[in-house]
């Protein structure tokens, strides 16, 4: 059975719930709102595991803090034996508007210290679901906006892509990199 590593990027605890540098776990969690997936608490971070159509999809939400996630990614995948290019990260990024949603397979961190942790650990040849959280903020007030929460009608704003990031988390495991993102990667 092929297996996958989706994982959200995000802080653990309270404190960073519904924050925008924590998007890549809300996707995972309304995934697995969705598919009925239970979270267990496991050796660097919540794993929530399922199949889709025989493939094996695990669901991991670290718990390392975001500067270390490339422990938790390198971990599982040699844990459960997942080929890279099974491996997907969902982001947040502040170059994108709110709401966007852009699927590579490689490229840089962006400046953002998850996927710089990773990339250091496993290299860049990954793919990568980009969320766009906007960049409405003060010169110098990038770290107060990335661990600000979302206000109401950010999040209406925000809800239809994450419906979406879950749609493309199935065609990326059903269809692969490439359909999904000649499918998803259209712009408007």
Do not use: C
């Amino acid at each position: 059975m092929e297996k996958y590593l989706i994982v959200g990027l995000g802080n653990p605890g309270n404190e960073y719930e519904a924050t925008r540098h924590n998007t890549g776990f809300m996707i995972l969690d309304a995934f697995a709102k969705a598919s009925n997936i239970v979270f267990a608490d496991k050796r660097y971070g919540f794993i929530g595991e399922t199949s889709l159509k025989g493939r094996k999809i695990f669901l991991l939400k670290p718990t390392t803090y975001m500067n270390l996630s490339g422990n938790a990614v390198r971990y599982w995948l040699d844990k459960e034996n997942i080929a890279l290019e099974h491996l997907l990260v969902v982001v947040d990024d502040l170059a994108l508007p709110l709401g966007a949603l852009r699927l590579k397979g490689n490229g840089s961190n962006g400046g953002h210290n998850g996927l710089g942790h990773i990339q250091q650990l496993l290299g860049n040849q990954y793919a990568r679901l980009r969320v766009g959280i906007g960049n409405d903020f003060p010169r110098g007030g990038q770290v107060d906006w990335v661990l600000g929460r979302y206000n109401d009608e950010e999040m209406k704003i925000l809800q239809p892509a994450i419906e979406q990031g879950i749609e493309i988390i199935k065609s990326f495991v059903l269809a692969g990199l490439t359909l999904t993102m000649n499918q998803y990667n259209k712009k408007g």
